[in-house]
């Protein structure tokens, strides 16, 4: 049914940078907030950034700034564009989507930043 796929992690020096995307597939009725979250080693998965069906968006501390996120409603896209990348930033990163009123998961997708 309802499925979120992510791609575009990798590994990266830090200063790099990488494009996440993330595609929503299946019997969509509507599609309302879209986010980014990650998870890194024996932390609590975080808000990384987020986007209303709107266009407004909410982005981490840490990474406002260096990240922007974007969606194509047309394609039922969201991304997440990564520049100056910092080790801190290594985690797996999930895609959300709030699809039908339900709050879906991607798989996720590792990015890891080298020092």
């Known amino acids: 049914q309802v499925q979120l796929v992510e791609s575009g992690g990798g590994l990266v020096q830090a200063g790099g940078s990488l494009r996440l995307s993330c595609v929503t597939s299946g019997r969509i009725v509507s599609i309302g907030v879209m986010g980014w979250y990650r998870q890194a080693p024996g932390k609590q998965r975080e808000l990384v950034a987020d986007?209303?069906?709107?266009?407004?968006?909410n982005y981490a501390d840490s990474v406002r700034g260096r990240f922007t996120i974007s969606r194509d409603n047309a394609k039922n896209t969201v991304y997440l564009q990564m520049n100056s990348l910092k080790p801190e930033d290594t985690a797996v990163y999930y895609c959300?989507?709030?699809?039908?009123?339900?709050?879906?998961w991607g798989q996720g997708t590792q990015v890891t930043v080298s020092s």
């Open positions: 959300n989507a709030l699809v039908n009123w339900i709050h879906y």
């Open positions: 986007i209303s069906l709107g266009g407004t968006t």
